[in-house]
């Protein structure tokens, strides 16, 4: 008969072997998704004319997307974009607008319609096997929606002053709008939104937006991107749907393609609703990927990834001296351009602190008075940031498909993360030097009493 102290260490054996078994298995299927290049890249195709990416996540839902050339970098007149935007999913010559939502919600199906500087969004959400009836529906948008009067008054026009008015009491996005507009002027520089002081009525109305969408609704100007697709269904679909697609614009209306230039400067305006303060770089863009940039701007950080703990961002530590101050470093890419903003809100008294106390620490990564830890941490997080982004589904249509329309291919965001790694302290430190030495944008907005100019920052502007 065996003894209790040796079943009890027969038992701890078995528990033993059993974890290690269980940690073996778990680094072997670590190893098998590190491994897995497809889960996180687009395979490209053109299907009767149109380009086409997708990526087959095996999973039960599909995200569609028409992502299209109509940013408002692109719009050669304000309020264009919005007005394409707010357009989608109304009324086509084959359905009404309450046709096609309650055909989508009887699919469990969602509809959104965005855009962003340079891109014009029109996606939907569906069950995986109602990939037919969704292509359908977008290429129907694109091709056929009537761009009525009364929709345009009813629709269109009340909408935009709803989100107009919110706008108007966001400070971080009108300091962020001026931050682009101060950096880049015209194109990129271009609001992302029009404000109510913005003449709209010679520029907006349906006529004007049906003739910008029969520019940017052609071939050369979208892409279609599939994300939960099998590239046979998708290919199908297209092939039977996009096929009536323009080849060529149906109007003289033309994009405002002009190249982009950074400028830099200083912008202030009075606010009551709030204080922001906008300081910004030339940064990295999509087109050439500069993993100092990436590496700086997590550096730079601002928000702890780790609850209770203040973080070990610079920012974070910037705006422990100033209550009430919350502070973020991002780095905005384009396809041919990249801004590296700190982004300051708060008091105004809080928000010039932290402003000072961002710059001297941005000065303090140019002189190389930083830990090696903390550069540890920042190439670590910096490509988290980048491998996440590449994983969730909004973000990565968007890259995927402005890849496309802008270079022919998706902007694979997995293959240039490894240039991550080979950031080192000199890099760092003489890509905040150029920084600092270069000519700076600066955008404040609130209690222009108490709110610093760049040059109080020691800033080139």
């Known amino acids: ?46 299907v009767a004319g149109v380009k086409v ?37 109304k009324s086509t010559i084959k359905r009404t607008a309450l046709r096609i939502v309650r055909e989508a919600e009887l699919l469990g199906g969602q509809l959104l319609a965005y855009h962003t500087r340079e891109a014009l969004v029109l996606e939907a959400s569906f069950l995986r096997e109602d990939i037919p009836y969704f292509a359908e529906l977008l290429a129907e948008v694109i091709t056929e929606t009537k761009y009525t009067t009364y929709e345009f008054h009813e ?107 950074y400028y830099g400067g200083e912008q202030r305006t009075a606010h009551t609703a709030g204080n922001c303060l906008v300081i910004a770089f030339p940064g990295s863009s999509f087109g050439t990927f500069k993993p100092e940039v990436a590496v700086l701007a997590a550096l730079l950080g601002g928000q702890p990834n780790v609850k209770w703990s203040s973080g ?7 705006t422990a001296s100033a209550p009430g101050a919350v502070a973020s470093g991002t780095n905005l890419a384009y396809s041919d351009a990249g801004l590296l903003t700190i982004q300051v809100t708060g008091p105004a008294a809080s928000v010039r602190k932290a402003g000072e ?60 993360v490894q240039s991550i790694n080979s950031v080192t302290a000199d890099k760092l430190k003489t890509t905040a030097k150029s920084l600092i030495d270069g000519k700076a944008t600066v955008a404040a907005i609130g209690d222009l009493n108490v709110l610093p100019f760049g040059e109080e920052l020691g800033l080139k502007v």
Not at 12 to 19: D, H, I, N, Y
Not at 77 to 85: K, M
Not at 366 to 384: C, N, P, R, V, W
């Open 312 to 318: 070990f961002t610079l920012l974070s530590k910037a």
């Open 1 to 46: 008969m065996f003894s209790r102290s040796a079943l009890s260490r027969g038992a701890q054996l078995a528990a033993r072997r059993q974890g290690c078994s269980q940690l073996a298995q778990r680094r072997g299927y670590a190893a098998a998704a590190s491994s897995a290049p497809s889960a996180l890249t687009y395979d490209t195709s053109d």
């Open 155 to 261: 629709d269109v026009e009340r909408v935009l002053k709803i989100k107009q008015s919110k706008l108007e009491h966001d400070v971080s996005a009108l300091a962020l709008d001026s931050a682009h507009s101060v950096a880049f002027h015209t194109g990129l520089g271009t609001s992302l939104y029009p404000t109510s002081t913005t003449p709209l009525k010679s520029y907006l109305n349906e006529f004007s937006i049906a003739a910008y969408a029969g520019t940017v609704y052609t071939k050369p100007n979208i892409a279609l991107v599939g994300d939960g697709a099998t590239p046979t269904a998708l290919h199908k679909w297209t092939e039977q749907f996009f096929k009536n697609v323009p080849a060529s614009p149906s109007n003289a209306v033309t994009l405002n393609t002009k190249p982009t230039t």
């Open 357 to 416: 106390e961002a710059v001297k620490a941005l000065k303090s990564i140019s002189e190389g008075t930083f830990s090696k830890e903390d550069l540890t941490k920042a190439i670590a997080k910096a490509k988290f940031d980048a491998l996440d982004a590449s994983q969730s589904g909004v973000s990565t249509i968007l890259s995927a498909g402005s890849g496309i329309i802008h270079t022919g291919k998706p902007f694979q965001i997995a293959e240039t």
């Open 53 to 89: 990416a997708t990526r087959d996540s095996h999973g039960p839902t599909t995200k569609l997307a028409v992502v299209a050339k109509g940013g408002t970098r692109y719009q050669p007149a304000p309020g264009l974009t919005v007005g394409l935007e707010e357009f989608a999913f």
